[in-house]
């Protein structure tokens, strides 16, 4: 397994990371553990959650329970700020809410630390600065050891840089977003500022819920139990004729080199120098598997410029 920097920090991950945000939720406390066991014996590190995962708390309460004396061989990430109450009154940037989410996530993962906790999305009323402090002092406390962000348009990510170099602040040295050879669209600003910045990418959403695997097909039935054929919502956002087109057109692309759309979309995003790890979930074992043999492929300056013709928008 190929292992990277997070952006120019030091936190080295693997470059395929595991998305935590099925446990306990689309699979139990079994099936977790063994995704879990086979991520690790496969060589990955990275193991992004979030404290919302789960039906609020259940992803990251699993894996407290599995990790065990495994917890010290991964990079352990999770997120705050989506609500964590029906009122919604848990939740945000604030310094009151940061200090008592930490705690729970750490009780929740029976762990003393977290090596890269994230801002989950922006918080319009709490400044940048006191998000910043709050975090700075969970990493002078050893509660955290690096700090990243989520959902961030460009303009947030540098504020909230300028600021940490301003008031001598440990920064985000992450982003995650979405990026997938359907969705694209940071690369129009979130990209440069991040490459400005020495920031890396972990990007979520690498097979667009499941549209870039090759299993869909335009004017045909949803496989049944499919994701696009239970959530309307993500059907309506990829299954796009623009899409489509690109997707026909990727497969193709794929299929006069003996590849699967897996490969391809995996190995385009581990080829991009700001991806860190790609994240990708997982309810079986064997998507472990599959996963892993998917970045092997290394694609030529030529393949590069061929995928960017066919799928760059506009």
């Given at each position: ?74 990079v352990l990430a999770t997120k705050f700020a989506l609500p964590m109450d029906d009122a ?77 170099k301003a008031c001598s602040l440990n920064p985000f040295i992450s982003c995650q977003d ?72 990727l497969s193709a692309f794929a299929q006069a080199r003996g590849r699967t759309m897996l ?52």
């Amino acid at each position: 397994m190929e292992h990277r920097h997070i952006g120019r920090s030091g936190l080295r991950v693997s470059v395929v990371g595991l998305g935590c945000n099925n446990f306990a939720g689309r699979i139990d406390l079994e099936a977790t553990r063994r995704v879990i066991h086979k991520a690790i014996d496969a060589g990955i590190t990275l193991f992004d959650t979030a404290d919302a995962y789960g039906n609020r708390g259940g992803s990251e309460d699993f894996m407290g329970q599995v990790l065990g004396e495994r917890r010290k061989d991964i990079v352990l990430a999770t997120k705050f700020a989506l609500p964590m109450d029906d009122a919604e009154t848990l939740k945000g940037g604030s310094r009151r809410y940061i200090m008592t989410a930490v705690e729970a996530s750490l009780r929740r993962l029976r762990t003393d630390w977290i090596d890269l906790y994230q801002l989950h999305r922006p918080d319009p009323d709490t400044p940048i600065e006191e998000t910043l402090r709050a975090l700075d002092d969970l990493i002078r406390q050893g509660k955290v050891r690096y700090i990243g962000c989520s959902n961030l348009p460009a303009w947030e990510v540098v504020e909230a840089r300028w600021t940490s170099k301003a008031c001598s602040l440990n920064p985000f040295i992450s982003c995650q977003d979405e990026y997938s050879l359907v969705v694209r669209d940071i690369e129009r600003e979130l990209v440069p500022a991040m490459q400005a910045y020495g920031m890396g990418l972990l990007p979520f959403f690498p097979l667009a819920s499941g549209f870039l695997t090759g299993k869909y097909q335009r004017n045909a039935p949803m496989p049944e139990g499919s994701r696009l054929a239970t959530t309307p919502r993500f059907q309506d956002r990829y299954a796009t004729e623009r899409n489509w087109a690109i997707v026909e057109g990727l497969s193709a692309f794929a299929q006069a080199r003996g590849r699967t759309m897996l490969e391809l979309a995996f190995s385009w995003l581990a080829a991009q120098p700001f991806v860190s790890s790609v994240i990708a979930g997982a309810t079986k074992p064997e998507q472990i598997e599959a996963n892993v043999r998917a970045v092997a492929w290394k694609l030529t300056r030529d393949e590069l410029a061929e995928i960017d013709r066919i799928s760059r928008p506009a």
